[in-house]
């Protein structure tokens, strides 16, 4: 066997684990997403249905396959199955397959991979729940303040101080530190503002904490790019959820039953009223923001920046 054909092997089986071992994982994330918020352990019991309460057999607990298999509903008793188990097992592999490609196999690929997990939790958690779980928004500060040991959060290496060198692990810390109390205090300042000015909650103390976890593992700039792309695509879906809602006459039995009663304007501006109070889950939005910042943005930037636009 020549050289060049063990080198396509090695490329064709280490993605194709990587792809494995992702769904595997992302079988135990479905896991913490369905029993965290309901603090119910995530060891025990093992996986059964909520109707029937009987376990899951380990051949119909297959990631991926298994849903397929089953036709999307328990084995004995029929209960429908939500497809967000395949799908977040799907989406886990293919992100394993893409930390590989972008980062090999190296410690960083193991801080971003671990990174990934935490958010896709907090993305999908805050979504179906309205939650951020302090379990898992704690868990991973800690974890990132150790990865921040070894792995600069934002690219600083040594430094020194008037000719006194600074071990790089004591900055990486004071970096992630620094990316922590950034991105908490930006959002919590945001919040209070919103606050005082529409004299209600505009989010949740569940997303600054999200933000100090994601600060500690990217940093201050990181931080600042989460929050300026999460926010920019809220708001993008936020007005499209609103048009969307008032175009399909969401609410307008009660908007007309609020015009009758002389509680408001006309039944268009009360309509208005209502689709704008809809509100969106902003971990999510940060959650995704903070996905652009590891696999996106050095990918658009590698690509378009400093090119000519015309």
Known sequence: ????????????VIPVFFFLFGIVIGSFLNVCITRIPDDVSIISPASRCPRCLNPIKPYDNIPVLGWFLLRGKCRNCALPISPMYPVIEFLT???????????????????????A???LVLIVTDFR???????????GFGLALAFATRIAPDGISDVHIHDHYIPPFVTHL????LGAAFGSLLLWGAAALYKLVRKRDGMGMGDVKMMAMVGAFLGVRGAFLTILFGTLLG?????????????????????ERAHRRGLGGSVTSLRWTLASQYQLPLGTFLGLGAFFVVYGFPWFLSHFYFRPLF
């Open 129 to 139: 729940v309205r939650l951020l779980p302090d379990a898992v928004n704690w868990f």
């Open 235 to 255: 708001s993008i879906v936020g007005l499209a959820t609103v048009a969307l809602l008032y175009s399909f006459g969401w609410r307008r039995a009660l908007a």
């Open 93 to 115: 592999g293919c992100i394993f397959v893409l930390t590989y490609y972008e980062f090999g196999v190296t410690i960083e690929t193991f801080k971003w991979l671990t990174f």
């Open 117 to 119: 997990c935490l958010l």
């Open 1 to 12: 066997m020549s050289l060049l054909t063990v080198y396509g092997t090695v490329n064709l």
């Open 174 to 177: 004071v970096e992630a530190l």
